[in-house]
């Protein structure tokens, strides 16, 4: 009797990606890491991301460098460790990686894992806003609106601002809109100051939230209405909470926004 062989099932993508990662491909490497990273078909386990980051890293893959630095910079996954952070974040901002362009000017600018340099960080952002990445084109323009690691130049803090704005980054449409408001390297605009932190605050922003109760409860750019004012200033405290559990350090942008509407508010409701 003669026996037909039954034929193998054919491979999944999962299975394929795997074998592709195994046999060294660090592309495959990478994104068997980032499925790890983001529980995408397998058990979400950052140990595990970082284990296949590291075996692309050190074959010179940029994502697989700029997605490791970031583990590192939180000890996801890995101990914690700034420095080994910017050493993957500086390989792959070294070969165009807008994302570790970025994340290095961070590192920079606060001096987390390296020395403390805001000029050395304005260069790093400004390659990443170059190409296009919103995150970094909010903090150029941030940059050049508190003059940090360059002259302060509000009209081009505006510009980057847009930018970024322009591409839904709601800390950049924040920002703007203060600018607006104040009438700050943009002509002072009231209903543009508006439009701009409803966007944001549309999205969760915390800053934005706050702002736009501001708007409802002083007229700014639209009509007074106190009930709309204390149900955006209600999600203002509750997205000021969820951010202090996930993370007791304020950002930049919050603390100086949360100082200078609350000296605006005291002004304003004396007068």
């Known amino acids: 009797m003669r026996f037909i062989s039954r034929k193998s099932k054919p491979e999944t993508a999962e299975e394929k ?4 990662a195994e046999l060294g491909d660090p592309k495959a490497q990478y994104r068997l890491g980032r499925c790890y990273e983001k529980g995408q078909g397998v058990a979400r386990d950052k140990a595990e991301a970082a284990r296949w980051y590291r075996k692309a890293a050190e074959q010179g893959n940029p994502s697989a460098q700029n997605n490791l630095g970031f583990l590192y910079l939180y000890g996801h996954g890995v101990t914690k460790d700034p420095k080994e952070a910017v050493r993957w974040f500086s390989a792959a901002a070294e070969q165009g990686n807008a994302s570790a362009q970025n994340n290095l000017g961070h590192c920079l600018e606060k001096g987390n894992g390296v020395r403390l340099d805001r000029a050395e960080a304005v260069l790093w952002y400004r390659k ?4 296009g ?4 084109q909010h903090s150029l323009g941030y940059c050049y ?5 360059i002259e302060q130049d509000k009209a081009e803090a505006a510009r980057w601002y847009r930018k970024a704005a322009d591409q839904g980054w709601p800390q950049a449409m924040n920002c703007l809109a203060c600018l607006y408001y104040y009438g700050f390297g943009v002509e002072e605009s009231d209903d543009e100051a508006f439009r701009l932190w409803k ?3 549309e999205t969760g922003e915390g800053g934005a939230l706050e702002n736009l109760a501001f708007c409802y409860e002083t007229g700014v750019g ?3 209405n106190l009930e709309e004012a204390e149900k955006w200033y209600a999600k203002a405290q509750e997205a000021r909470q969820a951010a202090a559990k996930a993370d007791p350090n304020h950002t930049r942008e919050q603390s100086d926004m949360e100082e200078t509407m609350a000296n605006l508010r005291r002004f304003l409701r004396k007068n």
């Open 128 to 131: 990443a806003a170059e190409q």
């Open 133 to 136: 990445l919103a995150a970094a």
């Open 17 to 20: 990606l795997r074998r592709e």
């Open 145 to 149: 609106d508190k003059g940090r690691g």
């Open 222 to 224: 639209t009509e007074k």
């Open 199 to 201: 966007a944001a605050a």
